[in-house]
């Protein structure tokens, strides 16, 4: 199918007949793949598009091509780009850089202040975020929220993840600081180094 023939926009209450789906192709992709992914509940991904946190992706005839979701942790400072998913019919069309641009705008739009952060054990989306700006950091520059790490209870890596104290797993962990807050923490670290002297 022709690439412009898919629409990529914020995810809309009547979206949530596409939750089932989304969610059986997330298990589906993780264990073709062998790799870790947090299983996600079609609750949750209801959630996520009501609360105006979600980017879709349909071709103009209503089939479903892609998804993706924010989430915030540590009372706004963080926030995630989580459960990237294209419909296998659609892959190697660019459609998951088209939404992970979306869902990058979108975690701007609503957390502007936030640093965003992307666990992930795929070069593609690793590919993605560079684009975007994020860097590779260790787990200690990304939420400590127990909440978050709860989510990884159900990827296939997880006891790995608990016996590294979740400092470190199999995925990297990316982190985009926005310029405003990057400013602020170079300032903060200039003053601290110069009240030093």
Do not use: H
Not at 109 to 128: N, V, W
């Amino acid at each position: 199918m022709d690439n412009d023939r898919v629409i990529v926009r914020k995810a809309v209450l009547s979206d949530c007949k596409y939750a089932a789906m989304i969610t059986a192709e997330m298990e589906a992709s993780a264990k073709a793949r062998g790799t870790g992914i947090s299983k996600r509940s079609v609750s949750a991904i209801m959630k996520k598009i009501r609360e105006g946190k979600a980017v879709i992706a349909l071709t103009v005839n209503k089939i479903w091509v892609g998804f993706s979701y924010i989430e915030s942790w540590s009372n706004g400072a963080f926030v995630s780009n989580s459960g990237m998913i294209v419909n296998p019919t659609f892959r190697g069309q660019g459609i998951a850089s088209r939404i992970k641009r979306r869902i990058f705008q979108l975690s701007r739009e609503k957390y502007p202040e936030a640093k965003l952060f992307s666990i992930t054990s795929g070069l593609a989306i690793m590919r993605m975020n560079s684009k975007l700006g994020f860097l590779p950091v260790t787990f200690n520059e990304i939420t400590k929220d127990p909440e978050f790490w709860k989510g990884c209870k159900s990827c296939v890596n997880f006891n790995i993840l608990q016996k590294k104290g979740c400092r470190n797993c199999l995925c990297t962990a990316m982190l985009y600081t926005p310029p405003a807050v990057q400013k602020e923490e170079e300032k903060e670290g200039l003053l601290s180094t110069a009240g030093a002297y």
